[in-house]
Every structure is written in C-alpha cells, then in structure tokens.
Nanobody, 129 residues
Framework: QVQLVESGGGLVQAGGSLRLSCAASGRTFSSCAMGWFRQAPGKEREFVAAISWSGGTTYYADSVKGQFTISRDNAKNAVYLQMNSLKPEDTAVYSC??????????????????????WGQGTQVTVSS
C-alpha cells in the first residue's frame, strides 16, 4: 500500500509560478513511477506529467510542455511539479499518482489513469487573471 499527500497548491496570479509537492509513504518510493493529473470544474481528469522511478525519463502533456517540470527526490520520498507561466486555464485540482509495479515508464501508458494504482486527494491550484 502507498499513501500519497499533495501540498503546495494555492492562489497565484497569471504568469506566476508554483511548485507542488507529493509526499509518499508505505513502501519503497524509488520503485514507483509517478504521475501528475489535474481536473478542472466540469471537465475530465487529464494527464499532466510523469516521471520514471529513476527520474531519468519524463513525459508531458502537450498543453504544459515547456511550462511545467516534473522532478523527484527519492531520498525524501517526494515528487514535485514546478509550474511556470501559469494561466487561468491551469486552474484545477492537481493529484499525484503512483505506479509501483516495477515496470518501465511508457509514454502512452503513462497518460492513462488506469496505469496508476495509488492516488492522493489532490491540491487546489487557482490562477487569477
């Protein structure tokens, strides 16, 4: 079992930056690939970014490529999402998820919610105009 807790959300002005954190516990964190998803009001939950267990491979949704950066610190059992040049359209609840089956990170599969076995409760990000 893996427990995930997100933090770092809040209110930020358009054009600003914010860093989200996801703290993991319950098992060896370094064996898990990690992903970030977001869900805006009235919309489906969508993929944002993913990172392999080693941190050597990352994938991003086209909508955030060049603006968001996913990273991890296995010594701290944490994964981060650095969000720059934020827009009102980025307003959503952001959730982290873990794939702890020891399989390699595959681009298409990493975007699917079914790929991940564990989910955090999410943290609200609101970007004002």
């Amino acid at each position: 079992q893996v427990q995930l807790v997100e933090s770092g959300g809040g209110l930020v002005q358009a054009g600003g930056s914010l860093r989200l954190s996801c703290a993991a516990s319950g098992r060896t964190f370094s064996s898990c690939a990690m992903g970030w998803f977001r869900q805006a009001p009235g919309k489906e939950r969508e993929f944002v970014a993913a990172i392999s267990w080693s941190g050597g491979t990352t994938y991003y949704a086209d909508s955030v490529k060049g603006q968001f950066t996913i990273s991890r610190d296995n010594a701290k059992n944490a994964v981060y999402l650095q969000m720059n040049s934020l827009k009102p359209e980025d307003t959503a609840v952001y959730s982290c998820a873990a794939d702890c089956r020891g399989r390699g990170l595959v681009m298409i599969a990493s975007t699917l919610r079914s790929r991940y076995d564990y989910w955090g409760q999410g943290t609200q990000v609101t970007v004002s105009s």
